[in-house]
């Protein structure tokens, strides 16, 4: 308990609202009163759970006890976080591999692609701090590359409904006027998300 409450006074140190312009970040409603303010809510204190998680990951794996300060020190302490946060949240639910694309998931991998939401909202949600004019961070892996991993450890079906909101959620973020760079067309909601991952890597890059 103390050990997180000396981590919450470290993220409470450095306000980056001056990196963000049009107010993106999800932001949770006090009183809701409406569908979308609920599910809103939702995916925010999802998010945040991931977000939340992946400190814990750091602290789980002793980062702060290493002494390593090389580049690929710091990257590989932030994707060893990010698949702590991400198994936690995932836990044992798995999708149904002999379920016919398109047909209804069992609870269990319902369960899944709620979990999943939630993972891919905190890495869209900290995406967005690259998504503006930057040098290249010596300490933290982009966030195209975080996304990427994490896609592969949740290993959701083809035609998840998680995909399909992340590869959304990314043309809202880099695109908010809805023209997709290059106009592609996508068959399945991992080749969406893939997708989405590439472009978000390509915007970043363009940033630097």
């Known amino acids: ?10 993220l409470a140190k450095h306000h980056f609202e001056h990196w963000i312009t049009g107010g993106w970040a999800p932001t949770p409603v006090a009183q809701p009163n409406t569908d979308d303010d609920r599910n809103g809510n939702v995916i925010f204190l999802r998010a945040l759970e991931w977000i939340i998680r992946h400190e814990l990951g750091h602290l789980m794996r002793k980062h702060l006890d290493e002494t390593g300060l090389l580049r690929e020190d710091h990257f590989r302490r932030e994707f060893e976080a990010d ?5 936690w949240m995932k836990g044992s639910h798995a999708p149904d591999p002999s379920r016919s694309p398109g047909a209804k998931p069992s609870f269990d991998e319902l369960l899944l692609e709620n979990a999943a939401v939630g993972v891919f ?3 869209v949600w900290i995406s967005q701090f690259e998504c503006v004019p930057h ?8 966030a ?9 450890l949740l290993d959701l079906r083809e035609d998840s409904g998680a995909l399909e909101i992340v590869s959304y959620a990314i043309k809202a973020l880099i695109d908010p006027e809805g023209q997709w760079p290059d106009g592609a067309e996508n068959p399945t909601a991992l080749d969406a998300a893939q997708d989405a991952a590439i472009q978000l890597s390509r915007f970043i890059q363009s940033n630097r």
């Open 1 to 10: 308990g103390l050990l997180l409450f000396i981590l919450s006074r470290n």
């Open 83 to 87: 698949e702590a946060a991400t198994r």
């Open 121 to 123: 909202a905190g890495v």
């Open 135 to 142: 040098p290249e961070s010596h300490t933290h892996p982009d």
């Open 144 to 152: 195209a590359s975080r996304l990427m991993k994490v896609l592969d």
